[in-house]
């Protein structure tokens, strides 16, 4: 594969590099950023497809900076290891020196990695989430002009918001069988009045935990989101009614958050009323009612606040209107810290044949230049993307999803690809 050169990119030579020139992004007292003009950001390349899609994104954000701010402002790239990479370099899948770089750096941006099966290896994208307290997955899912499965995917522009830290993905399982379920079942009955009938001996049992502090936290920055960005329509989805004690408080908790002083006034949660100048409007919606609305009147949606679990099932629907996961960014935002990355996996199926769509990762650079403040350039990416898609030239999957659809396409490599977008900033 061709290697994209820029001279403000350095590859991890021994250790994560030193740059030339290039300040860090702080992190103030109260959670804001103080971003440089020439902000160093680590970059994790990624498993898999990660080597030819990392550089491609490199190559389009660095096009948008340059073209945008001219000498004034520019990323200063610094290769950190993560995966099979690092193993390979340093022994281990997540080394130490890697974090502390991030945590320097405050924002990064990384490609997929892959978690060894049957290997006892726990995920890096779980250990990162935690070492980092990234408590929302933030994903924009929005049309940009390519093939999708649905005939009028411009009313797909929504903005998912799915807690990380809570819910099932805090949670504990005790298998069917094991001492621990017998444990925990005879507790549930003796102890808490469990009816023997819903907890016959065979039974296993997940324990589902959801917490007033982590939910109104990550409600506060999906409606500061909201409200500075004026999407308008936010609904907070989970099945209340099934599961009151989890569910149901965390749309409790979030119409809470709406009372608060920060808030008050606007967010307004009536649900017949307009919302004004400088207002969103706040109600509540059951999973499964999202579910089949995001298909059948997407546009009614700006934001939607959701816990761990259906906000995979929700997000995982609404990229699917758009046609899939490569088209789709993503970042992981706590307080502050950030990190930026694609959505979909390392598809090892075709990593080195040059062949992969970068626009996941490439989106999510432009999404993290929104985060830095730096808006016009990210614009710039995604009126470059849209032209691609104009002009039919794209990576094979989408030359073909066009093909499909009898419309006339041109199939590039990734490099190329990344190059087609740049030649298109202006
Ligand atoms: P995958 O996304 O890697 O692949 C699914 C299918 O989609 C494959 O056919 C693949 O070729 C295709 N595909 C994926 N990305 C593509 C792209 N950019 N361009 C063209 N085609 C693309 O999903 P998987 O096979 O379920 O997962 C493989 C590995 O990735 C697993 O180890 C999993 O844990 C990991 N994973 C990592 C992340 C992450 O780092 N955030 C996310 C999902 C999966």
């Known amino acids: 594969m061709e290697n994209l050169k820029a001279d403000n990119v350095y590859p991890w030579e021994g250790k994560a590099q030193t740059p030339a020139e290039g300040e860090f992004i702080r992190l103030n007292e109260d959670k804001t950023l103080s971003v440089p003009d020439k902000p160093i950001i680590p970059y994790i390349e990624g498993d898999g497809i990660g080597p030819e899609i990392t550089p491609a994104m490199i190559h389009v954000v660095n096009a948008a900076v340059e073209k945008t701010y001219g000498d004034s402002k520019k990323i200063i790239w610094v290769e950190v290891l993560a995966g099979d990479k690092a193993e390979e370099k340093l022994g281990e899948r997540l080394p130490q020196e890697t974090l502390d770089f991030l945590k320097e750096a405050v924002v990064g941006i990384k490609g997929p990695l892959g978690t060894p099966v049957g290997k006892g290896v726990k995920s890096i994208n779980s250990a990162l989430r935690r070492a980092f307290d990234f408590y929302s997955a933030v994903r924009p899912v929005y049309w940009m002009g390519q093939p999708t499965p649905i005939p009028d995917p411009q009313r797909v522009d929504v903005v998912v918001f799915r807690e990380n830290t809570d819910d099932v993905y805090a949670g504990i399982e005790f298998f069917s069988g094991t001492e621990e379920a017998k444990k925990v079942r005879e507790f549930l009955i003796k102890e808490m009045g469990a009816k023997?009938?819903?907890?016959?001996?065979?039974?296993?049992?997940?324990?589902?935990?959801?917490?007033?502090?982590?939910?109104?936290?990550?409600?506060?920055?999906?409606?500061?989101?909201?409200?500075?960005?004026?999407?308008?329509?936010?609904?907070?989805?989970?099945?209340?009614?099934?599961?009151?004690?989890?569910?149901?408080?965390?749309?409790?908790?979030?119409?809470?958050?709406?009372?608060?002083?920060?808030?008050?006034?606007?967010?307004?949660?009536?649900?017949?009323?307009?919302?004004?100048?400088?207002?969103?409007?706040?109600?509540?919606?059951?999973?499964?009612?999202?579910?089949?609305?995001?298909?059948?009147?997407?546009?009614?949606?700006?934001?939607?606040?959701?816990?761990?679990?259906?906000?995979?099932?929700?997000?995982?629907l609404a990229a699917a209107l758009i046609g899939g996961p490569g088209f789709v960014p993503s970042g992981n935002i706590g307080d502050g810290y950030a990190l930026f990355e694609s959505t979909h996996g390392t598809a090892w199926d075709i990593a080195g044949k040059g062949i992969a769509n970068p626009l996941s990762i490439t989106l999510s650079g432009a999404m993290m230049l929104e985060y830095l403040g730096w808006k016009e350039a990210a614009q710039n990416i995604y009126d470059a993307v849209r032209k691609t898609f104009e002009d039919r030239v794209g990576t094979p999957d989408i030359a073909s999803g066009f093909q499909k659809q009898g419309i006339e396409a041109k199939a590039v490599s990734t490099i190329e690809y990344a190059k087609e977008i740049a030649s298109r900033i202006n």
């Open 196 to 316: 023997e009938s819903g907890f016959p001996e065979d039974v296993g049992i997940t324990v589902k935990p959801m917490s007033e502090f982590k939910t109104k936290r990550h409600v506060r920055k999906a409606l500061r989101y909201a409200l500075e960005n004026n999407r308008k329509n936010v609904a907070v989805i989970g099945k209340g009614n099934i599961m009151k004690a989890t569910e149901g408080a965390f749309i409790n908790w979030a119409f809470e958050v709406a009372e608060e002083p920060e808030f008050k006034g606007k967010v307004i949660t009536d649900p017949e009323a307009e919302p004004g100048d400088g207002q969103v409007k706040l109600v509540k919606v059951i999973t499964d009612q999202m579910l089949m609305q995001l298909v059948l009147r997407p546009d009614a949606w700006d934001v939607i606040i959701a816990e761990n679990l259906n906000g995979d099932y929700v997000s995982d």
